[in-house]
Nanobody
Framework: QVQLVESGGGLVQPGGSLSLSCAAS????????MTWYGQVPGKEGELVAF????????HVVDFVKGRFTISRDNIKNAMYLQMNNLKPEDTAVYYC?????????WGQGTQVTVSS
């Protein structure tokens, strides 16, 4: 079955960096746009970044532009989010999914907490 497993989150001080990973299985990963979402408790998840099937087209939302970079490795069936210069407002649970998101693809997410 489809499985997306996020990892790499943690507690980091403002200005720090984290590298998130998304391991995919159970579907033809290279045939899908993929995306990262961030969700704060009590709020709907928000799109943070997406990437096309080959990795040649990427988009990050304005709030993280210049700080976050999305990438993928279709050989490894993996997607990544490099997060630099983190801010407290980046605190959220980060999920990966296809784009547009498939309800059955949601994983457990990985918690990112930015705090001093």
């Amino acid at each position: 079955q489809v499985q997306l497993v996020e990892s790499g989150g943690g507690l980091v001080q403002p200005g720090g960096s984290l590298s998130l990973s998304c391991a995919a299985s159970g579907f033809t990963f290279g045939n899908y746009y993929m995306t990262w979402y961030g969700q704060v408790p009590g709020k709907e998840g928000e799109l943070v970044a997406f990437i096309d099937m080959t990795g040649s087209i990427t988009h990050v939302v304005d709030f993280v532009k210049g700080r976050f970079t999305i990438s993928r490795d279709n050989i490894k069936n993996a997607m990544y989010l490099q997060m630099n210069n983190l801010k407290p407002e980046d605190t959220a649970v980060y999920y990966c999914n296809a784009y547009p998101p498939r309800p059955a693809y949601w994983g457990q997410g990985t918690q990112v907490t930015v705090s001093s």
